[in-house]
């Protein structure tokens, strides 16, 4: 037990939230109101009165000023004035550093084009890092970045994959996590070009991230729908159910247990190939404002089984093919450990999850304090974290609107107006392969020769 002592002492390890583009900011101004209320930090930053003597370390997501109060370590970055304004207008103003926000001279956006976002980004490259070098200084032992936007539109996937090469450049040895919203799957979506833009964002999420968790608006808008029975979901609702997803994944780091107390930990025991850091998340029970759908019994069990329904679910894959290579559970509340072991020997007796056959057929469990600042309707809640092979179905649609674009090299002018598209087109080509052999891969995955996949 020493050791974990010891381990709870030792010095932080930080994390640089960046926010870009619309849906990157409104997803990390509900990230940032929850975890204020989590450690009893005021809007203004201010260390609440009844959270003084708190066990919670705040010093991952937040830094003290001269002044006492605390600041977030993020970055909000948008080529757009609006949603930005919001923020800097709204409840949360007096919380962040304005010095860490960007917005674009211009204002003008980067008008849902990737390429655009791109190089907008490249040319304002020495700002943008010098913000980041900033955070990073100030940092006493940074374990990595985690980045929030949306892979459709221009700035959350262009701006944001520029940035993703330069940090990844810049700190090769650091951590790069993202949360990336895919777009609704409909064909009447409201950027026509949206199959170019994420194609794109995809390689760099391929590429350049270390974790990708994927969240998209489909599975979102359903499960607003039917679990939280909303008749017409916002998006402030379905980026509330992003940010419950943002804060429970990061409270073994803010609530420091013995296992997973950082990010690395978290991701390693998840990822057991390079290639294959696409995460699927389910979260049970949900409420949406604070409001819980019908309160009920919540037991271990109860929530374990139910986060390996598809349903709860927040990307739609069909999850009945296809098998899990890992599954790690969070579970926050009133939960201990020989609940747990019971639940995981039910789970395996009656086969509720079926795993790939090369690796460790094992759910892993982490248990994690709830905040004492925040009611909870739910004595338990469940977070799961899980890499399943059926996620290449979502890539698939990706790239199949993108051929259906392409054959027709419909919408094309725009990108012809950057330089990175001035002389070729190849950039979309490399795009694609890089996301067929993703495909590919997640493919081989389900079987067992998957250990000499690539030597052939």
């Not at 990390?28 to 975890?35: C, I, M, P, V």
């Not at 204002?107 to 943008?128: R, T």
């Not at 090469?165 to 409909?186: A, G, I």
């Amino acid at each position: 037990m020493g050791t974990t002592k010891s381990n709870r002492k030792r010095m932080p390890r930080e994390i640089i939230t960046l926010q870009v583009g619309q849906c990157g900011n409104q997803i990390g101004q509900e990230f940032w109101k929850q975890l204020c209320a989590e450690h009893g930090i005021s809007k203004d930053g201010i260390l609440e009165e009844y959270a003084q003597s708190g066990e919670d370390r705040k010093d991952v997501f937040f830094y003290q000023a001269d002044d006492e109060h605390y600041i977030p370590r993020a970055l909000l970055v948008d080529l757009e004035p609006r949603v930005i304004n919001t923020i800097q207008t709204g409840d949360f103003k007096g919380l962040y550093n304005p010095e860490n926000v960007f917005v674009s001279k211009e204002g003008g956006g980067a008008g849902n084009n990737w390429a655009s976002g791109y190089s907008q980004a490249a040319s304002v490259q020495e700002e943008l890092m010098e913000m980041v070098d900033r955070e990073a200084d100030n940092s006493d032992s940074l374990e990595g970045f985690v980045l929030c936007h949306s892979i459709a539109g221009g700035t959350g996937s262009g701006c944001g994959s520029y940035l993703l090469e330069c940090l990844n450049d810049r700190f090769p040895k650091k951590l790069l996590q993202t949360y990336s919203v895919f777009p609704l799957l409909s064909d009447t979506s409201d950027v026509v070009v949206q199959p170019y833009n994420s194609v794109l964002t995809m390689k760099r999420l391929c590429l350049n991230a270390d974790c990708v968790v994927v969240l998209d608006n489909t599975a979102l808008n359903r499960i607003a729908v039917d679990r939280l029975k909303l008749t017409n979901p916002t998006f402030a609702q379905t980026n509330s159910l992003v940010s419950t997803v943002m804060a429970a994944s990061t409270t073994t780091l803010r609530y420091p247990g013995y296992l997973n107390n950082d990010l690395v930990g978290l991701v390693a025991s998840l990822i057991p190939s390079p290639r294959c850091h696409f995460l699927m998340t389910g979260y049970t029970p949900l409420t949406v404002d604070r409001q819980a759908t019908a309160v009920r019994k919540t037991t271990v069990l109860d929530v374990m089984r139910r986060l390996l329904q598809p349903k709860n679910i927040m990307v739609s894959t069909p999850m009945r093919r296809g098998a899990y290579i890992s599954i790690l559970n969070i579970i926050r509340g009133e939960a201990d450990p020989t609940q747990v072991h019971k639940s995981l020997q039910r789970i395996r007796e009656r086969k509720l999850a079926n795993f790939i056959p090369w690796g460790p057929a094992s759910i892993q469990v982490a248990l994690s304090k709830q905040s004492p600042y925040v009611h909870y309707p739910y004595r338990v809640s469940g977070l799961m974290m899980a890499n399943h092979t059926s996620i290449h179905a979502l890539f698939e649609r990706c790239v199949k609107q993108h051929d259906m674009l392409r054959k027709r090299n419909a919408f094309l002018d725009g990108y012809r107006r950057e330089s990175l598209f001035s002389n070729d087109l190849t950039e979309f080509d490399e795009s694609r392969e890089i996301c067929t052999s993703l495909i590919e891969e997640y493919k081989a995955a389900e079987k067992e020769d998957y250990v000499n996949w690539g030597l052939q």
